[in-house]
């Protein structure tokens, strides 16, 4: 059985519960999980049972997934680490943008009804060291 697919975008059929989407990369077939967010969970230092139970993947998925970044680990990182960049860069492009409308929600002037629960906030600001 030959593993190594022609074109650099299929995946071995060793891997069957792995794709790739054009709109998401790799990911869990049948899924909307891509292995990026699993990824993230792995490096946290999350056991991949947590990992499977918390996403409700079954175990050949869960195997599947960590078999394939462990036998692909320097695509695997590198295409993950494009991930993790194109990611900062939209959080930041929505910062900026959304920068002016949230300094206008910061300054409207509190909802009538709201001042005791802002006094508490505030009191529990001061006592954690954040206002």
Known sequence: MNETPTNPNEIPTTYCHIVRRRDRGLSVAGTRITLYLLMD???EGYPTKFVKGFFNLTEEQMVDVVNYIETHKTEFEAEYQLVLRKAEEIRQYWEERNQER?????ALPPKPGQEKIRTKLQIWKTRLGIA
């Open 41 to 43: 969970y792995i490096k």
């Open 102 to 106: 949230f300094a206008q929600i910061a």
